[in-house]
């Protein structure tokens, strides 16, 4: 049985850090991925890496604030996000891709941060 849980989200003022943590169980993933859904807003691609922490991405928006690692003998991604605005207030989910397939196929359930200004 798979398992995804977020852990780290909460409120902090503008300019802090926050450090997300997604830990995953049940299978190999090949991929991880944070993803975030603000209010009103559709759901937006963070950050992702690969296997082996070899190749990250990032959404425009959060280059140079926000780092993506993971640590495979625990399964578990992280998401340090640094020098937060309001404009990061949103619902964080964490996403995790197991092969054969080609998507995101297992998801948690998401991870409250609140970013007051």
């Known amino acids: 049985q798979v398992q995804v849980v977020e852990f780290g989200g909460g409120l902090v003022q503008a300019g802090g850090s926050l450090r997300l943590a997604c830990a995953a169980s049940?299978?190999?993933?090949?991929?991880m991925a944070w993803v975030r859904q603000a209010p009103g807003k559709e759901r937006e691609f963070v950050a992702a890496?690969?296997?082996?922490?070899?190749?990250?991405s990032y959404t425009d928006s959060v280059k140079g604030r926000f780092t993506i690692s993971r640590d495979n003998a625990k399964n578990t991604v992280y998401l340090q996000m640094n020098s937060l605005h309001p404009e990061d207030t949103a619902v964080y989910y964490c996403?995790?891709?197991?092969?054969?397939?080609?998507?995101?196929?297992?998801w948690g359930q998401g991870t409250q941060v609140t970013v007051s200004s």
């Open positions: 996403a995790v891709r197991s092969p054969p397939s080609t998507d995101y196929n297992y």
């Open positions: 049940g299978r190999t993933f090949n991929r």
């Open positions: 890496i690969n296997w082996d922490g070899s190749t990250t």
